[in-house]
């Protein structure tokens, strides 16, 4: 299979090309000498990435393989040819043997704290004292990085449960310099404010959410460069659960502010020149397949649709060490029939989805 791609093929913030080909599943910016079997014309990016994304599972747990496949499908068809998981308790390294399913990057399963997290999505363990050890595991088990829970509700505290911190610092600091050892990065669930500061104290990589960032966090934030996925689909959630929360006032009141400020976050992270990521929280109760919703809320924030798309394609793909569009890489591309970087609704409506050289979706 010979593919002509043709229009304007985005390498990057920088360097665009008129034209690149596919030959035996890889790109190449050389003219071969066989006809093309099809030319696909238009604006052609890097492969799309998910990097807060859950194959494997679903509101209640875990899914079966053939559940999993079905979500890595829709991921696939949406154009989102690499995903970050962010966390399964499903064993998902299946995934791996599959041609026509999208690149995963595994993280293991949430470390987590009894009571203190989704049933039957974490690892619960016992004691704090555990988690340098269960770090070290997951770390071995999954493709380089690892999640920990920083936050969630502590029901024990009764009319006064809030988001709390789990982890004392000092834990957190031997847990995320047991991943870097093992050679893992580690990224962090976090609402709370009251959990940030020590996440950038122990050397934190990623921070998913990031709601209760304060200005001086932010400046921490991106005085470290560390990059911050918004999940703005999850947050739009928080209305609807703080309105099941009458048990828990404090803990609703707090999701009702941290849902009023979402966008402004989002901003303020960005002007920052803090890194946003693009991250759908799919799995779970996100359906899958939303990259281009998540985009939109973006922009709907108030972020270039230009950053936005990069960060949805070849910016993240290099901050993950998994090429673009380059000579001699795997074909994993998409293609649009207007450049998504002036209107980000085209994201919706891919072309074409060619994935190691094979067309596998598009309109």
Not at 335 to 343: G, N, S
């Amino acid at each position: 299979m010979v593919l002509h791609l043709r229009g304007t093929v985005v390498l990057d913030d920088e360097r665009e090309v008129g034209e690149a080909w596919v030959v035996g599943g890889r790109l190449t910016f050389a003219r071969p000498s066989a006809t093309p079997d099809a030319v696909l014309e238009g604006w052609v990016l890097p492969g799309l990435v998910d990097v807060h994304c859950h194959i494997g599972l679903a509101s209640d747990g875990p899914v079966d393989d053939g559940t999993a496949s079905t979500q890595a499908l829709a991921d696939r068809d949406s154009g989102v040819l690499l995903v970050r998981d962010a966390g399964s308790p499903a064993d998902t390294g299946w995934v791996h043997d599959r041609d026509d399913l999208p690149r995963l990057i595994r993280a293991g399963r949430h470390l987590a704290r009894p009571k203190r997290y989704l049933r039957h999505y974490g690892r619960e363990l016992d004691s704090v004292a555990d988690l340098p050890d269960a770090v070290r595991e997951e770390a071995a088990r999954g493709d380089g990085w690892v999640k920990l829970v920083a936050d969630w509700i502590d029901r024990d505290l009764g009319a006064d449960g809030d988001l709390r911190p789990l982890w004392p610092s000092d834990v957190l600091t031997a847990a995320v310099a047991a991943a870097h050892t093992a050679g893992a990065r580690v990224t962090a669930h976090t609402f709370a404010t009251e959990s940030l500061d020590a996440l950038l104290d122990a050397g934190i990589d990623c921070l998913e959410h990031a709601t209760g960032a304060t200005p001086d966090q932010i400046d921490r934030i991106a005085a470290a460069g560390i990059p911050v996925t918004a999940t703005l689909l999850q947050i739009a959630q928080f209305e609807a659960i703080a309105a099941q929360g009458s048990r828990y006032p404090r803990f609703a009141a707090r999701l009702r502010a941290l849902h009023a400020h979402r966008y402004q976050l989002v901003r303020d992270l960005h002007d920052a020149g803090v890194p946003v990521l693009v991250g759908t929280d799919a799995g779970g109760t996100i359906a899958h397949g939303r990259i281009a919703d998540e985009a939109a809320e973006l922009v709907r924030a108030g972020l270039p649709a230009h950053d936005v798309v990069a960060a949805a394609s070849w910016r993240t793909r290099a901050w993950l060490g998994v090429a673009g569009i380059a000579e001699g890489e795997s074909a994993d591309v998409v293609v649009y029939d207007a450049d998504p970087r002036a209107e980000i609704g085209v994201l919706a409506a891919p072309a074409a989805v060619v994935l190691r050289g094979a067309v596998v979706a598009g309109s």
